[in-house]
């Protein structure tokens, strides 16, 4: 049982490249989140997603796009990245609303450098 | 709106002494609150929560927290601390907020266990 599952889990990228990120889960969670964790600033939610094909953006979704085209996948795209995308980024699903327990599964992370 | 405020970036202690990590949250509304554990180059991972009922909350690795409405705390603590202990702990809290249940995540404690 994998759970969440992110790939790639190192990048490193020139100021102005494009990338994407992939999110998987065999949990056959509702929601499914995209955080970024910097020092000193804990997790903050980027965008998020409460069911296929719907997505939502959180605290800090400039810079950002996402997909949820499956159920079971969530992707995060940086169509021209930036400096102050360097971060480490992760992906989280969890039941929802109506079978909420508070619980979210992360992923292992994945760490980005924007040269 | 929501927030979490962990009042200690980090704390030292030696083995088998007792930790507590402060942890206190503003909220205008009921709410859940939650301790979740990072390891080194992991990802985040569930100790404890309360929803609702016992103001006791005992988790895995023999941590507990204690919900405190009045003075709007959920303090973590464990009687004595393992070398393995260390890592990163985040308070969080969560709110329904347009039928989507947001998690708000405080800036983390670095908990160090020194022999």
């Known amino acids: 049982n994998a759970g969440v599952t992110q790939t790639p889990k190192f990048r490193v990228l020139k100021t102005g490249q494009s990338m994407t990120l992939l999110c998987a889960q065999d949990m056959n969670h509702e929601y499914m989140y995209w955080y970024r964790q910097d020092p000193g600033m804990g997790l903050r939610l980027i965008h998020y997603s409460v069911g296929e094909g719907t997505t939502a953006k959180g605290e800090v979704p400039d810079g950002y796009n996402v997909s949820r085209l499956k159920k079971q996948n969530f992707l995060l795209g940086l169509e021209s990245a930036a400096p102050s995308q360097t971060s480490v980024y992760f992906c989280a699903s969890s039941l929802g609303t109506r079978r909420y327990t508070g619980e979210l599964f992360f992923g292992e992370g994945s760490r980005l450098t924007v040269l | 709106a929501q927030s979490v405020t962990q009042l200690d970036s980090q704390v030292p202690v030696f083995e088998e002494a007792p930790v507590e990590l402060r942890c206190n949250y503003s909220s205008s509304v009921s709410v859940y609150l939650f301790w979740y554990v990072q390891y080194p180059n992991q990802g985040l991972q569930l100790l404890l929560k309360?929803?609702?009922?016992?103001?006791l909350v005992k988790g895995i690795n023999g941590f507990e927290a204690e919900f405190n409405k009045s003075q709007t705390s959920f303090h973590l603590r464990k009687p004595s601390v393992h070398i393995s202990d260390t890592a990163e702990y985040f308070c969080?809290?969560?709110?329904?907020?347009?039928?989507?249940?947001?998690?708000?995540f405080g800036a983390g404690t670095r908990l160090a266990v020194h022999p």
């Open positions: 969080a809290v969560s709110t329904i907020s347009g039928g989507y249940n947001k998690l708000i």
């Open positions: 309360y929803l609702s009922g016992s103001t």
